[in-house]
């Protein structure tokens, strides 16, 4: 085949936005609403900006590089690559991600019929990894089993929720908290939640399956890689926009009806209870299981891929292993995940999205190593200090830290990085002899 049709395209786009919506996606927008209330289109912004427009360009990214973490971080090393891509994919992959679309869609799904317990859990989660398992076994039938099977009804589900939350709004706009009662506050604490969806670091790992998926599909040509890849990126980031506002729109209704609550699983629940009843409450399950689901098996078959190339294990032992890790962590419950992965990501984010942004750079750059290696150091170290504030370890360091501009949106550590990145930009530019590092396109 020389070219998609465009029903292929659409299921690639369907796929690509079924493989980003998941728990993150459901249970973060309601309660930034909730809590921007009346300032609820300042925090939307920021949340879109980290949770569509970086997974959006991240995709585009990796779509130029042919879809590889390895070929992205070749600038920096083979060494510091791999350790790169090894943190990036227990990130989203079985240590953090993966479990919580478990635990996400059990506590939204299934809970409310059966009981929040421990036991329900894991009695669920073992039939939820059984089936992610089976699905991702079969990596090259994404775009069937994800695209033109489960993420229509998903879509058509969502759009059901959507719609009720603009034309079925619970009561006016509720006041904003505290952290939230300015514009500049609420776009910043906007921003800082949209790393909670992880999409961005999902965007490194689903590269290479959205590229897969293509290649599967009889598409041999670089060119088409890249033209489509970007293409179902942009239909992804388009549903996630949509549904992240209707979200957000929800939430921000919905002070009355959810005093008390303390996460959008509450949120979400109280209102599909309220406005649809119990029929309404079966069609959340359908939309969080499928939701869930999917993002799951996209993580799986992902993380399988990248490790099946590291270790003696073959892809499909690395899947079952992979879905049984991911079955234990996920029986340690929605909150504690929530709040163990907010260091971390905290500390991943400044490196991945300096990344990204060096990769479209390195075209004007004479050798990139010069350039991206001290780069990315400034941002792992700012990383790792801004991370030290969620473990209660206060410093001169972190105090200087929370003194830079952006400091409220998460984005201290923008500042040293720009000026690190002029300075070895300009040192690049005056040595005219490339270093060994290969340069990245």
Not at 7 to 36: E, H, K, Q, Y
Not at 115 to 126: A, D, I, M, Q
Request: charged share 5%; proline share 5%; net charge neutral.
């Amino acid at each position: 085949m020389s070219s998609l049709k465009t029903r292929d395209i659409v299921a690639l786009g369907f796929m690509t936005f079924a493989l980003f919506l998941g728990a993150g996606n459901i249970i973060f927008p309601p309660a930034v609403g909730l809590s921007a209330g009346e300032n609820f289109w300042s925090a939307s912004t920021g949340f879109l900006l980290t949770g569509v427009g970086l997974p959006l360009i991240t995709v585009v990214a990796m779509a130029r590089v042919g879809g590889g973490i390895k070929t992205i971080t070749a600038p920096i090393g083979a060494t510091a690559g791999m350790a790169l891509g090894i943190v990036v994919y227990l990130t989203i992959g079985p240590v953090f991600a993966t479990p919580r679309t478990a635990t996400v869609s059990f506590e939204m799904g299934v809970a409310p019929f059966v009981g929040n317990t421990p036991g329900g859990l894991f009695v669920y989660s073992l039939l939820y990894f059984g089936l992610a398992g089976v699905l991702s076994l079969f990596p090259g039938k994404l775009v069937d089993n994800l695209g033109k099977l489960i993420t229509p009804p998903l879509i058509l589900a969502l759009g059901v929720l959507g719609g009720a939350a603009f034309l079925l709004p619970a009561e006016a706009l509720s006041s904003s908290l505290a952290t939230y009662q300015s514009t500049g506050l609420a776009f910043g604490q906007g921003f800082s939640q949209g790393y909670q969806t992880m999409d961005a670091l999902a965007a490194l790992v689903f590269g290479i399956v959205i590229i897969d998926a293509i290649k599967s599909r009889g598409i041999d040509d670089g060119r088409l890689h890249t033209r489509y890849a970007i293409i179902a990126g942009v239909m992804a980031a388009i549903g996630l926009g949509l549904l992240y506002i209707s979200l957000l729109y929800l939430g921000a209704h919905s002070g009355a009806q959810v005093q008390g609550a303390s996460s959008g699983v509450q949120i979400l629940t109280a209102f599909v209870q309220e406005t649809f009843g119990s029929w309404g409450m079966g069609l959340l399950s359908v939309v969080i299981l499928l939701a869930c689901l999917t993002t799951g098996v996209g993580l799986i078959t992902a993380s399988a891929s990248f490790f099946s190339r590291l270790l003696p294990l073959s892809y499909r032992a690395l899947v079952v292993l992979l879905s049984l890790f991911s079955l234990v962590v996920s029986n340690q419950g929605l909150e504690h995940l929530i709040r163990v992965a907010e260091p971390v990501l905290v500390t991943i984010y400044p490196v991945a999205m300096v990344l990204v942004a060096l990769s479209f750079l390195s075209p004007w750059m004479r050798s990139a190593s010069r350039v991206f290696i001290p780069t990315m150091l400034t941002a792992l170290l700012c990383g790792l200090i801004d991370g030290m504030r969620f473990l209660d370890w206060n410093n001169a360091l972190t105090q200087a830290l929370s003194q830079m501009p952006g400091a409220a949106m998460s984005l201290s550590w923008l500042l040293p990085v720009l000026l690190v990145f002029v300075l070895s930009a300009a040192l690049d530019r005056l040595l005219w002899a490339p270093a060994n590092a290969p340069n990245a396109s």
